[in-house]
């Protein structure tokens, strides 16, 4: 089937309405200020927003944010949620829909120690490892169904790095432009074996927000959408005032680290779609993919139609 390409600048689904001056939004992260949010944050630093006549305000998040929640509830016009996130939740009945993917390759994967024999991720579920997971997380469903955890054994991971640091048979999931080059910095070289290689691969970073604010503002999720995908092209190419404005907000980020992550992230986020149509693109294609691979796992309550869960383009 031919892929059905989703724009969302020109051909953008909604009349030709201006929004109003100083339009007040806010967009709620689910992370805290890093890289992986680059673009949201060049939108703010080079006043892309207030261009579009918005006054938006970019609210950090945390372990546990519940974005899709919020999105659900209205109690925010935007979140970042992952592209799993959004058909879960829209098969409980939350009326939330993507309208801009960051991450076009899944970032999740899965850290060992540069040294260890395992050369590839059906080795690491066959090789008797300790690995710490998230359970419950889509990508970790996926991959016990597809390999099985009766030959490894799993712990919590409970975030950082330390028991990898002090055990070099320790394997646990990351997300490729965080762990692993805290770990480098440390003075540990990883090898890292991606999610998205193994055939799960949910658009991640993704800007969603919820029914009534797609029916009643559309003016404002044109102007939203158009101001970040110009805000992440911005980045991209010159990424150094928004890592400025970023360390402000996050001591934990300095400005090397912030310039090797950039550099990782990039090849995650641009490909030969978003170099033809432009970053954030989305694919009808690559949400049937989700949806069938969703159902097949149980984590699907009631069928969804893709129709439902992003926006399409005229």
């Not at 006054?55 to 949620?81: N, S």
């Not at 055990?167 to 770990?183: G, H, M, T, W």
């Not at 044109?222 to 970023?246: C, F, N, Q, R």
């Not at 954030?280 to 699907?300: D, S």
Request: with cysteine; hydrophobic share 45%.
């Amino acid at each position: 089937m031919k892929k059905v390409i989703l724009l969302f600048l020109s051909t953008f689904a909604f009349a030709q309405v201006s929004v109003a001056v100083n339009t007040k939004t806010t967009l709620v992260l689910n992370w805290k200020a890093e890289p992986e949010f680059g673009g949201f944050y060049t939108a703010q630093v080079e006043k892309i927003y207030e261009k579009n006549k918005l006054d938006a305000e970019i609210v950090q998040g945390g372990a546990g944010t519940p974005t899709v929640q919020m999105l659900a509830a209205g109690k925010v016009d935007f979140a970042i949620v992952s592209g799993d996130e959004v058909a879960i939740a829209r098969s409980n009945g939350a009326d939330v829909v993507a309208l801009f993917a960051v991450f076009q390759k899944a970032p999740y994967a899965f850290m060992l120690h540069e040294k260890s024999p395992i050369k590839n991720m059906e080795e690491l579920f066959n090789s008797g490892s300790t690995v710490a997971v998230v359970n419950g997380l889509p990508y970790v469903t996926y991959l016990e169904k597809k390999y099985g955890f009766k030959k490894i054994k799993t712990v919590p991971f409970a975030g950082g790095i330390t028991n990898f640091l002090s055990d070099k048979n320790f394997v646990q999931q990351c997300f490729i432009s965080s762990e692993p080059l805290v770990a480098a910095k440390q003075g540990v070289k990883t090898k890292t074996f991606l999610v998205a290689d193994t055939g799960f691969n949910p658009y991640t970073v993704v800007m969603a927000t919820n029914g009534k604010t797609l029916k009643n503002k559309p003016e404002l999720v044109k102007a939203m959408v158009a101001s970040v995908k110009a805000g992440w092209e911005a980045y991209l190419k010159d990424p150094k005032a928004t890592h400025e404005a970023i360390a402000k907000l996050n001591s934990a980020m300095t400005m090397e680290a912030m310039s090797e992550i950039h550099k990782v992230e990039t090849a995650f986020i641009e490909n030969a779609e978003t170099r033809k149509y432009g970053i954030g693109i989305m694919t009808e294609h690559r949400w049937k993919e989700l949806l069938v691979q969703l159902n097949e796992l149980g984590l699907l309550k009631k069928p969804v139609q893709t129709s439902e869960i992003f926006v399409k383009s005229l």
